[in-house]
């Protein structure tokens, strides 16, 4: 009897996608160049092979045994290698015995102005594709049991939203550093296009989120360490000591109206202050005090101030232990830190302030109860600017190429907010190109002009001098009237970039999630799966992932909730085959690949002496395989030999024996 494998029967199905493929790569000449690749006993090309007509053509040569492996040459696997792979189950066919070659983003796209080199790319591709195919072997997915339990770190406006959609279903364990609820959403004064109060909007989920029956609320907390199994995430948390036990505390204050320790606020960014004992603001949620550490002095005036003895400073920190089905990640971001651009005297001079600084003078819970003051000599300015574009759009090192989309309006905003208050002021917005992208955006802007007379100028300062009174000299030029300016003002205020919180790649290291080059979270894939992340089970949302502004905040936090949701209903999960294994008889227990292994899935049998990796942890990166010194790691889907199997069907060295 032969052992010897069946020959496998491979078609080859090219997409034009339209006209992104065939507008480059002829189409007969690369079917025609298909028909010779070995093992291929069928090609044929398709305007749209992701249509509905074009599974039925793979479908139709699948039941009629004419083929049992599958090559589809269109666009990248992201987009609908699941579409092909579900046609493959539904004729009764092992779905890993399909590849999808890339030969628009790889090809067409990449080489749309040398079409014989994009050809040549396609065919290699496809070369590339029938020799893996045909030695794919069949896999089965793995199904697993999901904890209906759900974690969501950052309890921003975005982490708020996704907290109370998933806690109509499910048990939502809130985790939030600070010691309230709220994020940057809390330190508004009002909201853009409406003029709504923030707080207005804001106090009331905040409310809702604290009495919700379904949802743990870990305020002072950070995650200490994840267990990235799918589906069962172990996760701990360190809720930080308050030196308060809250159980007893009714919150009546007197400690932080005894406590003679006073510290910059950093809610009101550093421009008001705080007791040592404090709540962060008024509506904070929880309405529960903190006593701050590292600014207090232990005289314990609070401790003979609290009737009921509930300040405690034995208190330690407690580590919690959650386990949980998904991840939704809404940790928020940073402001951009503009005094590394020395021209526009940040922190260099007094009257030159960031936006969120504005903010917070604007706000009627500000430092100075909503009356703007300069910080110089503390009289109302009579003429004020904003400079758009700090820290964003900007090719320098230290800034950041992207539009931050919340500037523009925001300025608008203050500004608008700065003429009610004071009419008789005079206000300049400085400014690239005003993107006014959102609904009711283009109507606000122009209202401001129209209505409340703001001055907008189109050009960049330049530098920024300091008078000695205290007052700003702009100078730079006009890009519209070509001329250069020369303007004074009491005030400069600068519009800053949103930028990826310090510690995203942290963060990202605990969940296993990717950073892209500007430092945020990066997404599956941008319009496909734009809150899933690559790890499974783990969601993102918000303004970590991306500068936008509150409704596109809210949107996304109710996409990732609803992505949680789908991911948990079921109560278990596939997980693809692509984890690697150790073969016991080779290794040599040298533990090299325990140390390089990202996902924490490898650990050290001592009673084998070997390595041992966690199926469920994998993620298929192909870093163990590569270290081990003993090939003794092999990887489902990437063998050695499928991988090798696609160099040699290139044969590089033939044409480099035929130049010599």
């Not at 975005?158 to 709220?182: Q, W």
């Not at 003679?260 to 009101?268: A, G, L």
Request: charged content about 25%.
């Amino acid at each position: 009897m032969s052992l010897e494998r069946p020959k496998p029967k491979v078609a080859v199905y090219i997409c034009h996608c339209g006209k992104n493929i065939a507008d480059v790569i002829d189409m007969d000449e690369i079917t025609e160049y298909s028909k010779h690749i070995p093992n291929v006993v069928s090609v044929k090309n398709f305007k749209f092979m992701c249509s509905n007509a074009g599974q039925d053509l793979i479908a139709e040569d699948l039941k009629s045994g004419k083929v049992d492996r599958v090559v589809v040459a269109a666009c990248s696997p992201l987009m609908h290698e699941e579409t092909y792979r579900r046609v493959m189950r539904e004729n009764s066919f092992n779905e890993f015995f399909f590849e999808q070659a890339n030969i628009r983003e790889h090809a067409s796209w990449v080489s749309m102005r040398d079409h014989k080199g994009a050809m040549e790319i396609a065919k290699d591709h496809i070369k590339m594709a029938v020799a893996k195919v045909s030695n794919d072997r069949p896999l089965i997915r793995q199904k697993i049991e999901v904890t209906k339990e759900a974690l969501i770190v950052g309890a921003g406006i975005t982490g708020m939203f996704a907290a109370l959609d998933l806690a109509n279903k499910y048990k939502v364990h809130l985790v939030e550093r600070t010691p309230s609820i709220g994020g940057h959403m809390a330190q508004l004064d009002k909201t853009f296009p409406t003029m709504d109060c923030s707080a207005c909007i804001t106090t009331p989920k905040m409310v809702e989120v604290g009495r919700n029956p379904n949802i743990d609320l870990l305020t002072y907390s950070e995650i200490e360490s994840v267990d990235l199994n799918v589906g069962n995430f172990e996760v701990k948390v360190r809720k930080k000591n308050r030196r308060i036990n809250h159980s007893i505390c009714t919150g009546c204050g007197a400690c932080g109206e005894i406590c003679p320790v006073t510290v910059p606020n950093e809610f009101d960014y550093n421009m008001g202050y705080r007791r040592a004992a404090y709540v962060p603001f008024p509506q904070a949620i929880p309405e529960q005090y903190t006593i701050d550490i590292k600014s207090c002095i232990e005289c314990m005036l609070c401790v003979d101030a609290c009737e009921v003895n509930a300040i405690d400073f034995s208190l330690k920190d407690e580590i919690i232990d959650l386990k949980v089905g998904s991840i939704i990640i809404a940790t928020g971001n940073d402001i951009f830190d503009p005094s590394q651009l020395y021209r526009y005297g940040y922190q260099k001079y007094k009257n030159v302030l960031i936006a969120i600084e504005m903010e917070r003078l604007l706000s009627s819970t500000g430092p100075t109860l909503g009356k703007v003051i300069k910080p110089s000599d503390h009289k109302t300015p009579k003429r004020i600017a904003f400079l758009q574009c700090v820290g964003s759009r900007d090719f320098h090192e230290g800034t950041h190429k992207y539009c931050s989309r919340v500037c523009c309006m925001y300025a608008v905003k203050q500004a608008r907010q700065f003429k009610e208050k004071y009419p008789d002021s005079e206000v300049f917005i400085f400014y690239i190109d005003l993107r006014a992208f959102g609904k009711g955006y283009e109507e606000f802007y122009e209202i401001a002009s129209r209505e409340y007379g703001i001055n907008f100028i189109r050009g960049r300062i330049g530098d920024v001098f300091e008078k000695n009174d205290g007052s700003l000299i702009l100078r730079g030029s006009d890009t519209l009237l070509a001329e250069k300016y020369e303007v004074e003002v009491d005030m400069l205020i600068l519009s800053t970039a949103i930028e990826a919180r310090k510690d995203a790649d942290e963060v990202g290291r605990f969940f296993g999630i990717q950073c892209s080059e500007d430092g945020m979270f990066m997404e599956a894939h941008p319009k496909l799966k734009p809150v899933d992340s690559l790890s499974t089970g783990i969601f993102i949302a918000g303004t970590c992932q991306a500068p936008r502004d509150i409704p596109d905040s809210v949107a996304q936090a109710k996409a990732a909730a609803s992505s949680a949701d789908n991911f948990m209903y079921s109560g278990e999960v596939e997980i693809e085959p692509y984890y690697s294994m150790v073969q016991p008889e080779i290794c040599s227990g040298c533990r090299s690949c325990i140390q390089l292994c990202p996902y924490d899935a490898i650990s050290f049998d001592e009673t084998t002496k070997t390595a041992d990796i966690n199926a469920i942890k994998c993620k298929g990166c192909g870093v163990c395989v590569s270290s081990c010194p003993s090939n003794a790691i092999i990887q489902n889907h990437f063998t050695r030999n499928q991988i090798l199997s696609e160099v040699r069907a290139l044969r590089p060295w033939e044409n480099y024996i035929k130049e010599i």
